[in-house]
C-alpha cells in the first residue's frame, strides 16, 4: 500500500473543507477542491481524494470523469469490493456491458458471495435480453414536468395525480437544497386527462408542504388519507439523528374532500430517527404497507420491508428477503394488487443505475425487468400504473428530459407473437437430445412444429397464447411436456426445456370405471419389477381425467402392474420384457366395485359364427378376468353371455349358454376353483336397450347387446 505523504496545514484545510462539502451532498463544491488536492504531484495518489471524486462525479452524472478517477484508485492497487461495484455502475450507465462483466468477474474474485456480481456473471448477455421488447412500449415526456425535478408520482382523487417537485412556487419555498442545488421538494396534483394524461400541475395546499423535503406517497382512496414521505419534522419539531443527521420519515394525514383540508398529520409508528423510512406503498386490500428503509439488518444500502396490519396500527417490520433485496438499493415500491408490486433497483439486473422490476412479493415467482425503454442506462424508477397495468407513470433521470427527474407517461401494447426456445434432454444422463419434434399448440388447435438441432435447441414463432403446454416426442422415448406460461410483457419465452424419458419398450393402457366407462380418476397405478422373490416399486402414477397410463420399460425385466382405489378392488397384471421384438405392452383396467350384485361388462370377447370355441383373442380377455379371481381370491362370480335380438329366441338362449359354459371351463383350466364360478347363458332375455324383436336398428345398437358379463356373488 502506498504511504501518503504528510499534509502541510494549508492541505489540511483544504481536506476539512472539502470533507464539509462532501459530507453535506455538494458534490460540485468539494469536486472543486479535491481537484485542486489531486492537481499536484505530491498528492495526485491520495486515495481519499480520488475515491470521493469518482463518487462525486458519479452522483452527478459526469460518468467519463467518474470512470477516470474511479480507474486511477484501482491502478493503486488499494480499492475496495465497493470501488469495483462503482466502476461496474458507471460502466453499465455508458452502455460498457462487457467491460462491467469483467469488473464484476473481478468482485467475485474478492468476494465470492456478492450477490450483485454473481447475478450479472450468470446473465452476460443481461442487456441485449432487457432491450429486445423496446416495441412494445409508448413514451411521452410529460407536460406537467419543470426544469426541476418533478417524481414520485401517485394517485389521487378524481382522476388527479400527486407528485414531488422542487420547482419552488412560492416565496416561502425558495430555500435551496444543497445536493441537488434545487429547492426542497413539495407536493404537487395535476389532472389526468381523458388519454391518461397529465396537465395543469398545482401544488398542493394546506399541512402536507413543510420547509423540508416532501416526496414519496399513496392515496387511500374511501379511507381518503394519505401516506406520504417527509424530513423527520413535524409539529415544527426537527428529530435529527445522534450524529445531526436528518432522515426520512412516513406521515399519515386525511383529506376532507368537501373543505379541500388536511387533517392533523400522525407519523407512521416505525419511523426512526437513526434510520430513514419512506417509499409507502398499501396493497388493494390494506391489510399491508410496503416501504423502504435503511434500517440496521437489511440485506442492502435500501430494503423494501411490510407491515401487516393489526387493529388501528402496523405490526413490526419485515423484510422482503434476497429475492428481491439485494447488497445493492431497493426503493419506490407500488402494489398494483394484492399480488403485483413494482420496484426500482441497481442490485438487480440492471442497465444502469436504478431499473424498473416487478414480482409478486408473496410468492417464488421471478423478479423481471421491466424492460427497455422503461429501463435504462439511466436512473428509472417510481412507477405507478391503472390495475390492468398497460397504463401508468414512472420517473427517468435519462437525456432528453426537462429537468433532473422528470415523470414520464407510459402505454404498453398487447403482445401478439412468442418466440419460444428451449432445450430437450435425457431424463436419465441430461444430455441434449438432437431430432425431438417439438410441438406447440395455437388458438385454433392447430401446431407450430419444428425440430430439435444438434445441441438439443430449438426455437419456434408461434401466435401468443397466455398459457399452453410444449410437446416433445422422438421414437425411442416417452414424450415429455414442459408448461408455458408467457409473460405478457416479452415476445420472449425461454428455457422451456423438455426431460425425455428412454425406453426399451412401452407399458401403457387406460384405467376406467367399469360402470361407465368413465376414467377413474385417483387412482393409483403402480409398476412394480419382480426379481426372484423381491419387488420394487420403479414408477407409479395417478390417473388423471384422460384416464391414461404409460411406463418405459427396460429389456430382460419382469414387470407387474398394481392398480389400487378406495372402494374398489385392486387390479394386477404381469408380464415381461425378455423377447426384444416385443415393444408394446399393452394391458386395460375396469375397475369396479367388491360388493355382491356388481355387474362388471368384459370387453372384446368375441366368438365365430354359430360357435361357442373360445378364440385367442378372447382367451386374452379371459385371462384379465382370470387375475381378477387371483388378485381377489375370496370373490365368487357368475358369468353370463348375452346375445342381441336377431335371431330365434330359443337358438340365442342355447348358443349364450354353452358360450357361457365355454368361458368357465377356460377360466377353470387356469388354475380357478370351480366352485368360485358358474356360467350361463341369458340369450336376448336382458337387452339393455329398445333393440328388440322386430325393432330396426343399426349394428351398433345390435353389437350394445352382445356381451360378456360377470357378476359379483360373494366376496
Given at each position: 500500500m502506498l504511504a501518503m505523504p504528510e499534509l502541510s496545514m494549508a492541505q489540511n484545510a483544504k481536506f476539512k473543507m472539502a470533507d464539509k462539502y462532501y459530507q453535506s451532498f455538494d458534490y460540485t463544491m468539494s469536486g472543486n477542491i479535491y481537484r485542486d488536492i489531486v492537481s499536484g504531484a505530491k498528492y495526485a495518489n491520495d486515495t481519499t481524494a480520488l475515491r470521493r471524486l469518482a463518487i462525486g462525479e458519479f452522483r452527478l452524472g459526469k460518468l467519463i470523469d467518474a470512470e477516470g478517477y474511479i480507474k486511477s484508485l484501482i491502478k493503486l492497487n488499494v480499492a475496495k469490493e465497493s470501488d469495483f461495484l462503482l466502476l461496474a455502475d458507471v460502466l453499465?450507465?455508458?452502455?460498457?456491458?462487457?467491460?462491467?462483466?469483467?469488473?464484476?468477474?473481478?468482485?467475485?474474485?474478492?468476494?465470492?458471495?456478492?450477490?450483485?456480481?454473481?447475478?450479472?456473471?450468470?446473465?452476460?448477455?443481461f442487456a441485449a435480453m432487457v432491450m429486445r421488447d423496446s416495441a412494445i412500449y409508448t413514451l411521452k415526456n410529460s407536460v406537467v414536468n419543470s426544469e426541476a425535478s418533478d417524481f414520485a408520482p401517485g394517485f389521487f382523487i378524481d382522476r388527479k395525480m400527486i407528485f414531488s417537485s422542487a420547482r419552488g412556487d412560492g416565496a416561502s419555498d425558495q430555500r435551496m437544497y444543497q445536493r441537488?442545488?434545487?429547492?426542497?421538494?413539495?407536493?404537487?396534483?395535476?389532472?389526468?386527462?381523458?388519454?391518461?394524461?397529465?396537465?395543469?400541475?398545482?401544488?398542493?395546499?394546506?399541512?402536507?408542504?413543510?420547509?423540508?423535503?416532501?416526496?414519496?406517497?399513496?392515496?387511500?382512496?374511501g379511507d381518503n388519507s394519505v401516506y406520504f414521505t417527509r424530513n423527520n419534522y413535524l409539529n415544527g419539531t426537527v428529530n435529527k439523528s445522534k450524529k445531526e443527521k436528518l432522515k426520512l420519515g412516513i406521515f399519515v394525514s386525511k383529506y376532507d374532500i368537501a373543505a379541500n383540508?388536511?387533517?392533523?398529520?400522525?407519523?407512521?409508528?416505525?419511523?426512526?430517527?437513526?434510520?430513514?423510512?419512506?417509499?409507502?406503498?398499501?396493497?388493494?386490500?390494506?391489510?399491508?404497507?410496503?416501504?423502504?428503509?435503511?434500517?440496521?439488518?437489511?440485506?442492502?444500502?435500501?430494503?423494501?420491508?411490510?407491515?401487516?396490519?393489526?387493529?388501528?396500527?402496523?405490526?413490526?417490520?419485515?423484510?422482503?428477503?434476497?429475492?428481491?433485496?439485494?447488497?445493492?438499493?431497493?426503493?419506490?415500491?407500488?402494489?398494483?394488487?394484492?399480488?403485483?408490486?413494482?420496484?426500482?433497483?441497481?442490485?438487480?439486473?440492471?442497465?444502469?443505475?436504478?431499473?424498473?422490476?416487478?414480482?409478486?412479493?408473496?410468492?417464488?415467482?421471478?423478479?423481471?425487468?421491466?424492460?427497455?425503454?422503461?429501463?435504462?442506462?439511466?436512473d428509472d424508477f417510481a412507477l405507478v400504473c391503472y390495475p390492468d397495468e398497460t397504463i401508468g407513470f414512472f420517473c427517468s433521470t435519462r437525456k432528453g428530459g426537462k429537468g433532473g427527474d422528470d415523470i414520464y407517461e407510459f402505454r404498453i401494447e398487447p403482445v401478439d407473437t412468442l418466440i419460444v426456445s428451449g432445450t430437450a434432454f435425457d431424463m436419465e444422463t441430461m444430455q441434449p437430445i438432437a431430432g425431438v419434434l417439438i410441438k406447440v399448440p395455437t388458438e385454433d388447435g392447430s401446431?407450430?412444429?419444428?425440430?430439435?438441432?444438434?445441441?438439443?435447441?430449438?426455437?419456434?414463432?408461434?401466435?401468443?397464447?397466455?398459457?399452453?403446454?410444449?410437446?416433445?416426442?422422438?421414437?425411442g422415448y416417452l414424450p415429455a411436456t414442459g408448461k408455458a406460461k408467457p409473460n405478457p410483457r416479452s415476445s420472449y419465452l425461454e428455457h422451456v426445456d423438455l426431460k425425455l424419458q428412454k425406453y426399451d419398450a412401452i407399458s401403457s393402457g387406460r384405467v376406467l370405471y367399469a360402470e361407465n366407462n368413465a376414467a377413474a380418476v385417483g387412482a393409483l397405478i403402480q409398476l412394480i419389477e419382480i426379481n426372484g422373490n423381491d419387488s420394487t416399486v420403479v414408477d407409479s402414477l395417478l390417473i388423471d381425467k384422460k384416464g391414461a397410463y404409460q411406463f418405459p420399460l427396460y429389456k430382460k425385466k419382469n414387470y407387474s402392474l398394481l392398480v389400487t382405489q378406495e372402494g374398489y378392488a385392486r387390479q394386477t397384471a404381469s408380464f415381461n420384457t425378455n423377447n426384444?421384438?416385443?415393444?408394446?405392452?399393452?394391458?386395460?383396467?375396469?375397475?369396479?366395485?367388491?360388493?355382491?350384485?356388481?355387474?362388471?361388462?368384459?370387453?372384446?370377447?368375441?366368438?365365430?359364427?354359430?360357435?361357442?370355441?373360445?378364440?385367442?383373442?378372447?382367451?386374452?380377455?379371459?385371462?384379465?378376468?382370470?387375475?381378477?379371481?387371483?388378485d381377489n381370491p375370496t370373490m365368487k362370480i357368475e358369468l353370463s353371455s348375452h346375445s342381441d335380438s336377431r335371431g330365434g329366441d330359443k337358438y340365442n338362449l342355447d348358443l349364450s349358454d354353452k358360450r357361457a359354459k365355454a368361458a368357465v371351463a377356460y377360466i377353470i383350466s387356469q388354475g380357478i376353483s370351480a366352485d368360485r364360478l358358474y356360467g350361463k347363458g341369458y340369450g336376448e332375455l336382458k337387452i339393455l336397450n329398445h333393440c328388440k324383436n322386430d325393432v330396426k336398428c343399426t349394428d351398433e345398437e345390435h353389437q350394445f347387446n352382445r356381451r360378456t358379463e360377470f357378476t359379483i356373488t360373494a366376496f
Open positions: 453499465k450507465m455508458q452502455g460498457k456491458y462487457p467491460e462491467a462483466i469483467t469488473v464484476y468477474e473481478k468482485i467475485a474474485a474478492l468476494n465470492p458471495n456478492n450477490d450483485i456480481a454473481k447475478r450479472h456473471i450468470e446473465n452476460p448477455d441537488t442545488e434545487q429547492p426542497y421538494l413539495n407536493i404537487y396534483y395535476a389532472d389526468i386527462a381523458s388519454d391518461s394524461s397529465l396537465k395543469d400541475p398545482k401544488m398542493i395546499e394546506g399541512k402536507l408542504n413543510s420547509r423540508y423535503h416532501e416526496g414519496t406517497m399513496t392515496f387511500i382512496p383540508t388536511w387533517g392533523e398529520l400522525t407519523a407512521f409508528p416505525h419511523n426512526n430517527p437513526e434510520y430513514s423510512v419512506g417509499h409507502p406503498t398499501i396493497n388493494a386490500s390494506r391489510t399491508k404497507i410496503y416501504f423502504v428503509s435503511d434500517m440496521p439488518g437489511g440485506q442492502g444500502g435500501t430494503d423494501i420491508y411490510y407491515c401487516e396490519k393489526q387493529g388501528e396500527t402496523w405490526g413490526t417490520p419485515i423484510n422482503l428477503g434476497n429475492k428481491i433485496n439485494t447488497s445493492g438499493d431497493e426503493m419506490f415500491p407500488f402494489m398494483v394488487s394484492d399480488s403485483v408490486m413494482y420496484f426500482s433497483s441497481n442490485g438487480q439486473l440492471s442497465l444502469g443505475g436504478l431499473d424498473l422490476y416487478y414480482t409478486n412479493p408473496s410468492s417464488d415467482s421471478p423478479v423481471l425487468n421491466a424492460g427497455y425503454p422503461a429501463s435504462t442506462r439511466a401446431t407450430v412444429e419444428v425440430l430439435t438441432d444438434a445441441n438439443g435447441a430449438y426455437t419456434v414463432r408461434a401466435p401468443y397464447k397466455s398459457d399452453f403446454t410444449v410437446e416433445g416426442t422422438k421414437q426384444p421384438s416385443e415393444k408394446t405392452f399393452t394391458r386395460d383396467f375396469k375397475l369396479f366395485k367388491p360388493k355382491v350384485g356388481e355387474v362388471v361388462r368384459l370387453d372384446n370377447i368375441y366368438y365365430d359364427y354359430n360357435s361357442a370355441v373360445i378364440r385367442p383373442d378372447a382367451a386374452l380377455e379371459l385371462n384379465k378376468l382370470v387375475q381378477i379371481l387371483k
